[in-house]
């Protein structure tokens, strides 16, 4: 995993880099810090561009990609053989959609189906033989996670690609990831999923859930690339699509969780040290749940692996992360008190001013506080409004019953939560039935967390983590005149 990026390899600063200070100093990354460029690193840095010809070209690109500053422009690295790859495909029932999905496979590479236990066990074995796929049927039904390291023990290439039998595979899709092994620290990929046209599945007309999960489905993370880790932008990606590198995998998947074993593997893999890369270039089409009973619960069911991820991954798992005066700033407002305001300005004078100490090498330090400040600020309200409508809400709901402040306060960020995603997303739904859809989205996905802490005793998956200390500067680097 400490092999330098090959000669060639390129990254480009992400869209949420603010580059400042003539070039000298760069602010963003998961979580935001400031690095300050020598001259050296600056001439390496064009339009927004690193393309690594040396040692201290590809460690400086390289510290990009760590700090989540930059991403791979996958369209100018080397592609790899595709051929290297083994499909391996966990299914349990659903002929009709692994027919679909092998189709779109096609014949060139090994595929390993898993039959986790069908009902109908002799369609599923007809179809994989259809499309001349190795088939593993399972005496037992074991989950999801389990029946994909079934299949894992069995690849003898160096790349598989887990695919979910309810999804379709672009033509370019794999050959998109496998890109991104040109960095040996890179273990895993994840494409962008999108939603299944509805002519293309069988007995369903398209609804209103379908519409809203087309523009709002869990799977869907988003248009911007990113480093895959807790607490970044892109903090997890889906099992339904994952190219993984074989022996960074070790064991697998959590074979004892049947939901969340996607995150946990992610997560997993970032404690050691590798690299995830969720790649929006690449897409995938899946079969979403359209209808209502189906979708609420499948989002209920999300909502309990929270409290599984509590336990093995503590406050990565935290429905909010603000420093504490952030947190400040936001009950001060969520108080609605004559005072409220007052103290909110003073919290975020006090912020400003601490930090325009921090950065006193900007060319602009007050400047540049209070941007940071004003952002900082920005996230604690929009991290509120989760806590308030998705993971607090029945204590929201309480809340309600009893205070007119509280109901003022869901409203506002009811309000505030639609139309900020409307505009975002954009659907093909109107702002009423987008509105409702949001809210039940929300509730479920609330009920799932508070379900498994009730169920778990244990209150990890419902606490935001304030952070009271920061990290410290690092030290300036020889090799490419870089401090953060």
Same mark, same amino acid.
């Given at each position: 995993? $400490? $092999?330098?990026?090959?000669?060639?390899?390129?990254? !480009?600063?992400?869209?949420?880099?603010?580059?400042?200070?003539?070039?000298?100093?760069?602010?963003?990354?998961?979580?935001?810090?400031?690095?300050?460029?020598s001259p050296t690193a600056r001439r390496l840095l064009a339009d927004r561009t690193i393309r690594v010809r040396d040692r201290i070209s590809?460690?400086?690109?390289?510290?990009?990609?760590?700090?989540? =500053?930059?991403?791979? +422009?996958?369209?100018?690295?080397?592609?790899?053989?595709?051929?290297?790859?083994?499909?391996?495909?966990?299914?349990?029932?659903?002929?009709?959609?692994?027919?679909?999905?092998?189709?779109?496979?096609?014949?060139?590479?090994?595929?390993?189906?898993?039959?986790?236990?069908?009902?109908?066990?002799?369609?599923?074995?007809?179809?994989?033989?259809?499309?001349?796929?190795?088939?593993?049927?399972?005496?037992?039904?074991?989950?999801?996670?389990?029946?994909?390291?079934?299949?894992?023990?069995?690849?003898?290439?160096?790349?598989?690609?887990?695919?979910?039998?309810?999804?379709?595979?672009?033509?370019? $899709?794999?050959?998109?990831?496998?890109?991104?092994?040109?960095?040996?620290? +890179?273990?895993?990929?994840?494409?962008?999923?999108?939603?299944?046209?509805?002519?293309?599945?069988? !007995?369903?007309?398209?609804?209103? &859930?379908?519409?809203?999960?087309?523009?709002?489905?869990?799977?869907? #993370?988003?248009?911007?690339?990113?480093?895959?880790?807790?607490?970044?932008?892109?903090? /997890?990606?889906?099992?339904?699509?994952? +190219?993984?590198?074989?022996?960074?995998?070790?064991?697998?998947?959590?074979?004892? =969780?049947?939901?969340?074993?996607? &995150?946990?593997?992610? /997560?997993?893999?970032?404690?050691?040290? @590798?690299?995830?890369?969720?790649?929006?270039?690449?897409?995938?089409?899946?079969?979403?749940? *359209?209808?209502?009973?189906?979708?609420?619960?499948?989002?209920?069911?999300?909502?309990?692996?929270?409290?599984?991820? %509590?336990?093995?991954?503590?406050?990565?798992?935290?429905?909010?992360?603000?420093?504490?005066?952030?947190?400040?700033?936001?009950?001060?407002?969520?108080?609605?008190?004559?005072?409220?305001?007052?103290?909110? %300005?003073?919290?975020?004078?006090?912020?400003?001013?601490?930090?325009?100490?921090?950065?006193?090498?900007?060319?602009?330090?007050?400047?540049?506080?209070?941007? #940071?400040?004003?952002?900082?600020? %920005?996230?604690?309200? @929009?991290?509120? *409004?989760? #806590?308030?409508?998705?993971? /607090?809400?029945?204590?929201?709901?309480?809340?309600?019953?009893?205070?007119?402040? =509280?109901?003022?306060?869901?409203?506002?960020?009811?309000? #505030?939560?639609?139309?900020?995603?409307?505009?975002?997303?954009?659907?093909?739904?109107?702002?009423?039935?987008?509105?409702?859809?949001?809210?039940?989205?929300?509730?479920?996905?609330?009920?799932?967390? @508070?379900?498994?802490?009730?169920?778990?005793?244990?209150?990890?998956?419902?606490?935001?983590?304030?952070?009271?200390?920061?990290?410290?500067?690092?030290?300036?680097?020889?090799?490419?005149? *870089?401090?953060?």
């Open positions: 995993m $400490t $092999t330098p990026l090959p000669e060639g390899f390129v990254v !480009r600063l992400n869209r949420n880099v603010r580059v400042r200070d003539g070039g000298r100093t760069l602010v963003g990354g998961a979580p935001t810090r400031m690095v300050t460029l590809a460690v400086l690109a390289d510290r990009l990609l760590e700090t989540g =500053m930059a991403d791979p +422009v996958v369209a100018e690295l080397p592609g790899l053989d595709a051929s290297q790859v083994t499909f391996v495909v966990p299914v349990r029932d659903r002929p009709a959609a692994l027919d679909r999905l092998l189709t779109s496979i096609g014949d060139r590479n090994r595929v390993i189906v898993v039959d986790d236990c069908s009902h109908d066990r002799a369609a599923v074995a007809e179809v994989a033989a259809a499309h001349r796929a190795e088939l593993v049927a399972l005496p037992v039904n074991v989950g999801p996670a389990a029946a994909r390291n079934e299949g894992l023990r069995r690849v003898t290439t160096p790349f598989v690609a887990f695919t979910d039998s309810d999804i379709v595979l672009e033509p370019d $899709t794999v050959s998109i990831l496998l890109r991104h092994f040109n960095d040996s620290r +890179v273990a895993m990929a994840a494409p962008l999923v999108l939603a299944l046209p509805d002519d293309r599945v069988a !007995r369903r007309p398209e609804g209103w &859930v379908g519409r809203y999960e087309e523009a709002r489905s869990s799977l869907a #993370l988003g248009p911007d690339p990113g480093t895959v880790r807790p607490r970044a932008p892109v903090s /997890w990606v889906p099992s339904a699509c994952l +190219v993984a590198r074989v022996d960074a995998l070790e064991d697998g998947f959590s074979a004892d =969780m049947r939901v969340g074993e996607d &995150v946990d593997l992610v /997560w997993r893999l970032a404690e050691r040290g @590798w690299r995830v890369r969720y790649e929006p270039g690449a897409t995938v089409r899946h079969e979403h749940r *359209t209808a209502v009973s189906d979708w609420l619960g499948r989002k209920a069911f999300y909502g309990t692996g929270a409290h599984l991820l %509590a336990q093995r991954h503590g406050s990565d798992v935290a429905p909010a992360v603000l420093a504490p005066w952030s947190a400040g700033f936001a009950l001060a407002l969520l108080a609605q008190r004559r005072w409220s305001l007052p103290v909110a %300005a003073v919290i975020f004078a006090a912020a400003a001013a601490r930090i325009s100490a921090k950065v006193e090498g900007s060319d602009h330090p007050v400047r540049f506080a209070l941007s #940071l400040t004003a952002s900082g600020s %920005a996230a604690a309200v @929009w991290q509120t *409004t989760g #806590l308030l409508l998705r993971h /607090w809400w029945p204590l929201a709901a309480v809340g309600c019953v009893f205070s007119r402040r =509280m109901r003022r306060a869901v409203a506002a960020a009811a309000v #505030l939560d639609t139309v900020g995603d409307y505009r975002r997303t954009r659907p093909r739904l109107d702002p009423f039935r987008f509105a409702i859809a949001r809210r039940l989205d929300d509730a479920a996905y609330g009920y799932g967390v @508070w379900w498994g802490a009730i169920k778990g005793r244990s209150p990890k998956a419902l606490l935001p983590d304030i952070r009271w200390t920061t990290a410290g500067r690092s030290g300036r680097s020889a090799s490419t005149g *870089t401090s953060s």
